[in-house]
């Protein structure tokens, strides 16, 4: 079964830091584009970040500088460094798969939950 | 930046039909995608490029994209299709439309 699986989630004071990770199953994590994607409660969908196959990142500039991405195919698993949070980065974050042919995401985890409060 | 602009609400009568419009500029040049997402889940993927449907995804589901609008059909709407739906393009960086939750009455 394809599956990804989110952790790292919890509660940070503004200013502080977050490691996000995902880890896959089920297919061949070395060949696809992996994203991470975020949702503030009650808000619609964000995009956060991507890595090629080839360890390439893209961000939006929301989190250039602050959010990074990387991957690391031994281990099927992708992570997000946050720094320098802020309380606007409070979301449940997805990681999502990169659909083959298409800018879009075809398989998403259950997503884990960051709350930037003091 | 690019944005895409959905009705916040549809509402559609069991087993009738549903549209769910996705505006963008000359959006019909781009390659639109659809995800589902009923409260507490994680999105799924409906419908990628414009009308292309995952498999798993029932032929309920159909997709269209033309000049200024894109479009989201559910035929035959049942009550487990109530959920909110994004469109998705790629102009620079991913872009989400702002979703529409869609009520089955």
């Known amino acids: 079964e394809v599956q990804l699986v989110e952790s790292g989630g919890g509660l940070v004071q503004p200013g502080g830091s977050l490691r996000l990770s995902c880890a896959a199953s089920?297919?061949?994590?070395?060949?696809?584009?992996m994203h991470w994607v975020r949702q503030a409660t009650g808000k619609g969908l964000e995009w956060v970040s991507a890595?090629?196959?080839?360890?390439?990142?893209y961000y939006p500039g929301s989190v250039k500088g602050r959010f990074t991405i990387s991957r690391e195919n031994a281990k099927n698993s992708l992570y997000l460094q946050m720094n320098s949070l802020r309380a606007g980065d409070t979301a449940v974050y997805y990681c999502?798969?990169?659909?083959?042919?298409?800018?879009?995401?075809?398989?998403w985890g259950q997503g884990t939950m960051v709350t930037v409060s003091s | 930046s690019y944005e895409l602009t959905q009705p916040l609400s549809v509402s559609v009568a069991l087993g009738q039909t549903a549209r769910i419009t996705c505006g963008g500029n000359?959006?019909?040049?781009?390659?639109v995608h659809w995800y589902q997402q009923k409260p507490g889940q994680a999105p799924v993927l409906v419908i990628y490029?414009?009308?292309n449907r995952p498999s798993g995804i029932p032929e309920r589901f159909s997709g269209s994209n033309s000049g200024n609008t894109a479009t989201l059909t559910i035929s035959r709407a049942q009550a487990g299709d109530e959920a909110d739906y994004y469109c998705q393009v790629w102009d620079s960086l991913y872009v989400f439309g702002t979703g529409t939750k869609v009520t089955v009455l």
């Open positions: 999502a798969r990169g659909a083959v042919a298409a800018d879009a995401f075809d398989i």
């Open positions: 000359n959006i019909g040049s781009k390659n």
């Open positions: 490029r414009d009308s």
């Open positions: 089920g297919f061949t994590f070395s060949s696809y584009d």
């Open positions: 890595i090629g196959t080839a360890g390439d990142p």
